[in-house]
C-alpha cells in the first residue's frame, strides 16, 4: 500500500457524460499527479498541481480539467467522455518538488460505453 | 520532444536466469530515472531509481546501470522468481519534482 488512495475503483458510463475521479495523496505530500493509461498509449502524464497550484500540464484533452484543494485532495473532471477516454487514471504524489520520488494510487478504471 | 524507448517489449526466462531490460531517454537534462513494476490490474510500484549523479545502483536482487553519454539505462533482475513477473516500466524525469516520461513497458515471464 502506498498510502496514496484513489475513488472509486471502477466507473462505468456512458459517452457525452461527465465524471469526477478523486485522490488522496500521502500524508505530508505536496505534489499530486494524474497519469492515463491505455493499451494503446501506455502510461501518459496528464498535469501535475503543487501546493494548490497547477505546476505542469501534459497530454491533457480540453475536455479534462483538475484541481488541488486546500487539504491537498485532488480531483479530476473528465466532461463530454468518449469511448476512447476508457482507460485506468493514476494518481501519484511526491514529498515536495526537491524530491522525485513518486508513489502511485491503486487506480479508477473508467468504462465508457 | 521527450521520449523514452524501452526494450524488449517482452521478455521470457527460466527462474534462476538473469533478465535485462534497457531503456534510452532523448532529453540530455534528464536527471531521475526511476523503475516500476505493475501487476495486472495494479498501481505502478516504484522497485529502485537511480540519479544522474550516480553510475550504478544496487537493492538485493536488482540493479540499475545509467549511462549519461549513451542517455541510456538499465534494470537488471538476478536469480529470477516466478513472482518476478509482471510489466516493468522505465521512466525519466528532469528538473525539482518533474513529470515522468514513461517507456512502453516490458512484459516479464519467469517460468518455473
Known amino acids: 500500500d502506498s498510502g496514496v488512495t484513489q475513488t472509486p475503483k471502477h466507473l462505468i458510463t456512458a459517452t457525452g457524460q461527465r465524471v469526477t475521479l478523486r485522490c488522496s495523496p500521502r500524508s505530508g505530500d505536496l505534489s499530486v499527479y494524474w497519469y492515463q493509461q491505455s493499451l494503446d498509449q501506455g502510461l501518459q502524464f496528464l498535469i501535475q498541481?503543487?501546493?494548490?497550484?497547477?505546476?505542469a500540464k501534459g497530454n491533457i484533452l480540453e475536455r479534462f480539467s483538475a484541481q488541488q484543494f486546500p487539504d491537498l485532495h485532488s480531483e479530476l473532471n473528465l466532461s463530454s467522455l468518449e469511448l476512447g477516454d476508457s482507460a485506468l487514471y493514476f494518481c501519484a504524489s511526491s514529498v515536495a518538488l526537491a524530491w522525485n520520488e513518486q508513489f502511485f494510487g491503486p487506480g479508477t478504471r473508467l468504462t465508457v460505453l | 520532444g521527450e521520449n523514452v524507448e524501452q526494450h524488449p517489449s517482452t521478455l521470457s526466462v527460466q527462474e534462476g536466469d538473469s533478465a535485462v531490460i534497457k531503456c534510452t531517454y532523448s532529453d540530455s537534462a534528464s536527471n531521475y530515472f526511476p523503475w516500476y513494476k505493475q501487476e495486472l490490474g495494479k498501481r505502478p510500484q516504484l522497485i529502485i531509481d537511480?540519479?544522474?549523479?550516480?553510475g550504478e545502483k544496487k537493492d538485493q536482487r536488482i540493479a540499475v546501470t545509467l549511462n549519461k553519454t549513451a542517455k541510456h539505462f538499465s534494470l537488471h533482475i538476478t536469480e529470477t522468481q516466478p513472482e518476478d513477473s509482471a510489466v516493468y516500466f522505465c521512466?525519466?524525469?528532469?528538473?525539482?519534482?518533474?513529470?515522468?516520461?514513461f517507456g512502453q513497458g516490458t512484459e516479464l515471464s519467469v517460468k518455473p
Open positions: 537511480i540519479r544522474s549523479n550516480v
Open positions: 521512466a525519466a524525469s528532469k528538473g525539482q519534482g518533474g513529470k515522468l516520461i
Open positions: 498541481y503543487y501546493n494548490g497550484e497547477e505546476r
